[in-house]
Nanobody, 116 residues
Framework: QVQLVESGGGLVQPGGSLRLSCAASGSMFRIAAMGWHRQAPGKQRELVAHITSGGSTTYADSVKGRFTISRDNAKNTVYLQMNSLKPEDTAVYYC??????????WGQGTQVTVSS
């Protein structure tokens, strides 16, 4: 079974930065699409960023220009660099492997709180 483990969440002030990491098990990482999703209280889970096996990226309009998704296939790890954070970015962030809107695997989530 593929396991995804997120890390790097925490409390940050508005305007600050965080870098989330997602370590994936398994040998199929290099050919798998990866994504980051988030879910705030009372809201549905939404796709934040997505990266294909070839490195093509997409972003939600709300984070475009502030967040960057990247991957290191040698380390089986995907990253989400989050800059210029806003209170509305507060959510549990989940890593995924597979199709952007119907992933095959999910991580357990990591809390990101943006507050002064």
């Amino acid at each position: 079974q593929v396991q995804l483990v997120e890390s790097g969440g925490g409390l940050v002030q508005p305007g600050g930065s965080l870098r989330l990491s997602c370590a994936a098990s398994g040998s199929m990482f290099r050919i798998a699409a990866m994504g980051w999703h988030r879910q705030a209280p009372g809201k549905q889970r939404e796709l934040v960023a997505h990266i294909t096996s070839g490195g093509s990226t997409t972003y939600a309009d709300s984070v475009k220009g502030r967040f960057t998704i990247s991957r290191d296939n040698a380390k089986n790890t995907v990253y989400l660099q989050m800059n210029s954070l806003k209170p509305e970015d507060t959510a549990v962030y989940y890593c995924s492997q597979g199709r952007s809107l119907s992933p095959s695997y999910w991580g357990q989530g990591t809390q990101v709180t943006v507050s002064s």
